[in-house]
């Protein structure tokens, strides 16, 4: 496996690696973890985006806002809003005791979070691979 070297690709590499964790964690029954982790792959895989177009990347984990960006140089990213804006709470639900979310997600909405990072991600991939 080639290692990649410009951040573009260290930050797609690591968003893939994210989804593939989560698959893994969810078949593991860890669910809560598996849902933090497709959250992440599809931030890291929208922030792989703004970097491949020089385009600063905002410090946030909220999707819809870094989506917003996309947008700016990409229409089509309009598609993804529904997934982003399912996907932003669990950056943080499921990992801290007060969120009111419950301990654990269900089989369905682990399984709808999974779907909605590999849309986002296969995107991604298909614009800048």
């Not at 929208?46 to 996309?70: E, G, M, Q, R």
């Amino acid at each position: 496996m080639k290692m990649p070297t410009k951040d573009w690709e260290i930050m797609l590499f690591k968003s893939e690696r994210d989804f593939k964790s989560a698959v893994i964690l969810n078949d593991s029954e860890l669910e809560d973890q598996a849902i933090y982790h497709f959250q992440q792959a599809a931030e890291k895989a929208l922030k792989a985006f703004l970097i491949y177009t020089k385009v600063k990347v905002p410090k946030s984990h909220d999707l819809s806002n870094i989506l917003d960006k996309c947008v700016e140089i990409n229409v089509e990213f309009e598609n993804l809003y529904s997934n982003a804006e399912n996907l932003t709470p669990y950056s943080t639900a499921f990992r801290y005791m007060d969120i009111g979310l419950g301990i654990i997600p269900s089989h369905d909405l682990v399984e709808e979070a999974r779907d909605d990072s590999l849309k986002i991600l296969n995107f991604v991939r298909q614009l800048i691979d």
